[in-house]
């Protein structure tokens, strides 16, 4: 069983920054893809970012040069880097994790996700 936890949440203005952190319970960079979802009050859960190993991240329209996903020299770590941060960004954010290399079709798909994290809120003000 893979534990997730994610920490980093918290309230900024509009065009602030963030960064997010989930550890694993297991080393992520051995093969697992890890990913980001999102979930707005009163709306589905979203894809955010994913990285599948020896692969670079890949993004939702939506944060696509605004948001980085990397990973941490320990393996078990990644991060979502939010910059130019807008309202619209308010969410609870997720941490998911599968141990096997997803298909760039399906890093966006929550149910290839077995792990998930409990989640944080990440709150941006007018």
């Known amino acids: 069983q893979v534990q997730l936890a994610e920490s980093g949440g918290g309230l900024v203005e509009t065009g602030g920054s963030l960064r997010l952190s989930c550890a694993a319970s297991?080393?992520?960079?051995?093969?697992?893809?890890m990913a980001w979802f999102r979930q707005a009050p009163g709306k589905q859960r979203e894809f955010v970012a994913g990285v599948r190993a020896r692969s670079s991240a890949s993004y939702a329209s939506s944060v696509r040069g605004r948001f980085t996903l990397t990973r941490g020299n320990a393996g078990n770590t990644v991060y979502l880097q939010m910059d130019r941060l807008k309202p619209d960004d308010t969410a609870v954010y997720y941490c998911?994790?599968?141990?096997?290399?997803?298909?760039?079709?399906?890093?966006?798909?929550?149910?290839?996700?077995?792990?998930w994290g409990q989640g944080t809120q990440v709150s941006i003000s007018d």
């Open positions: 297991v080393r992520s960079d051995s093969g697992y893809t």
């Open positions: 998911a994790a599968s141990s096997r290399y997803l298909i760039t079709s399906s890093l966006g798909t929550e149910s290839a996700y077995p792990y």
